[in-house]
């Protein structure tokens, strides 16, 4: 039988972007999403095509809005780090943050005004606590390159890199609540629920991670 899923589903596959995958499976049938830092917007397709959600996208880069655009994606170029102050109160019922906080200039009050312009804001980053991170400071003396943190440290978009527990700390002090949270090993493979927290920094690449107020 031929495979009827939509492409969007194999692109992020072939990608290895088992997180788009798992961000798109927390979020309702039929609701309103505001993505930011959408890029080319194959989060905000996917979304469209399988949760047949209101999509809209925030960019910063130009040729990020027209890639999106060239998609049929509504997207507009903007900032999160300045720009959400423009956006009402629960516009959205979801605000997703993919591979993106690391690169912002402040992370805690783009969290701050995610949670008060959407019901959920669901977050997904790079852990820096990874063993390989440490090995790669601890021995060898030198910032980690690896297919999270595809940069050298003189070229990085990343200014605010944290751990699953540096993040997990700050939504604490923000009284924030974790609805859900999905920790993904080298191999993209979620870890086991029961896992420690400890374990989930050592060991998990990767995190998803759902809040709400």
């Not at 959920?120 to 297919?147: D, E, T």
Request: glycine content about 8%; charged content about 25%; hydrophobic content about 45%.
């Amino acid at each position: 039988m031929m495979d009827q899923r939509p492409n969007s589903v194999a692109q992020a596959k072939a990608a290895g972007r088992s997180d788009l995958l798992l961000v798109a499976d927390m979020v309702d049938h039929d609701s309103r999403v505001l993505d930011l830092g959408c890029g080319d917007g194959a989060l905000l397709r996917l979304l469209a095509d399988t949760r047949n959600v209101d999509a809209r996208g925030l960019e910063i880069s130009q040729r990020g809005v027209n890639d999106c655009v060239a998609k049929g994606l509504s997207v507009i170029q903007g900032d999160a780090d300045t720009d959400l102050a423009d956006y009402p109160d629960d516009a959205f019922d979801y605000v997703i943050l993919s591979q993106t906080i690391q690169a912002t200039r402040h992370p805690r009050l783009v969290l701050e005004q995610m949670l008060r312009i959407g019901r959920r804001a669901i977050v997904s980053f790079p852990n820096f606590g990874h063993w390989k991170v440490r090995l790669a400071i601890g021995v060898h003396g030198r910032m980690p390159v690896s297919g999270n943190l595809p940069f050298s440290w003189y070229e990085t978009p990343n200014i605010h890199f944290c751990t699953i527990r540096d993040f997990l700390t700050l939504v604490t002090e923000m009284d924030a609540k974790v609805e859900r949270a999905i920790v993904l090993d080298r191999s993209g493979t979620p870890m086991r629920t029961g896992a420690s927290s400890w374990m989930w920094n050592l060991l998990g690449e990767q995190a998803v991670i759902m809040l709400r107020r």
